[in-house]
């Protein structure tokens, strides 16, 4: 194979390897072929190796355009997801809230009793709704880390249905050591007033293990791989947030409405 050819080749592997289109190739310009022939691919493994130990660098802008690639996939995939589940996120009367119940933008946060993130978030979700009286926090109880998350999970959402969620909730994340066990969570339910037979009933009702698969499903539509994760409007925030990062949020998704709302009068 000609000298020409040969590089030919390498420019059309590399461009392909780097997703760039060239303009025109010597391979090109040497041959009409659409495809390479059996020995043209025989050959070209030897050229490959010897060009990528060369040049190893080209490696690494493959793997960025790749890691790239990925990304802004997820990404679309994650809009489609929000856009699918918009009015998923809230079941009346089985997902806790906080905050303005008729309030014009929801803050959604998928957290665990177990996540020492999640700890360190509570205090500032709760001064964001002490300082914003028109946002409502959508609790999505999210046990992915042990036993223990599952089983203060389930004990949050029957106190719920007690009305004592925010008591509840308040005392499994303040626990010294940031990891909730079983009989802290009996202790609390105890402790905050709870009917007993009642929430023994509850903890296993048919509801609650929806309301916890649900956040599963969206989950996984929504590649949310740990705790916390808060979702405002049609944007995922993955990952601690500090208080001034969730106004933003908020304000950023209430100019959103009123711009659709007004585009829609127009």
């Known amino acids: 194979m000609s000298l020409i050819k040969q590089w030919g080749i390498v420019v059309m592997f590399v461009a392909l390897l780097v997703g760039l289109k060239p303009a025109a190739s010597w391979a090109e310009t040497t041959e009409k072929e659409s495809a390479f022939t059996e020995a043209q691919k025989a050959e070209m493994g030897p050229i490959m190796r010897d060009y990528l130990l060369n040049h190893p660098e080209i490696l690494k802008e493959v793997a960025d355009r790749l890691s790239e690639k990925m990304r802004k996939e997820e990404e679309q995939q994650q809009a489609a997801a929000l856009e699918r589940n918009k009015n998923n996120f809230y079941t009346d009367g089985v997902t806790p809230t906080f905050g303005n119940p008729k309030g014009d933008v929801d803050l959604i946060v998928f957290f665990d009793y177990n996540c020492g993130y999640c700890h360190a978030a509570a205090p500032l979700i709760k001064q964001l709704v002490k300082e914003d009286k028109n946002v409502r926090v959508v609790m999505r109880e999210f046990p992915i880390l042990s036993k223990t998350s599952d089983e203060a999970a389930r004990a949050a959402l029957a106190a719920n249905k007690q009305g004592k969620y925010a008591e509840f909730h308040d005392a499994a994340l303040s626990t010294e050591d940031g990891h909730i066990t079983t009989e802290q969570i009996m202790s609390i339910a105890k402790l905050i007033g709870l009917d007993m ?57 209430r100019k959103a409405n009123a711009a659709h709302v007004k585009e829609s009068i127009e």
């Open 197 to 253: 037979d009642k929430f023994e009933k509850d903890r296993q009702a048919f509801d609650i293990d929806a309301e916890i698969k649900r956040s599963y499903d969206l989950a996984e539509q929504l590649h949310i791989r740990g705790t916390p994760a808060f979702v405002v409007g049609k944007r995922l925030y993955p990952g601690m947030m500090d208080l001034q990062s969730m106004h933003q949020a908020v304000e950023e998704q």
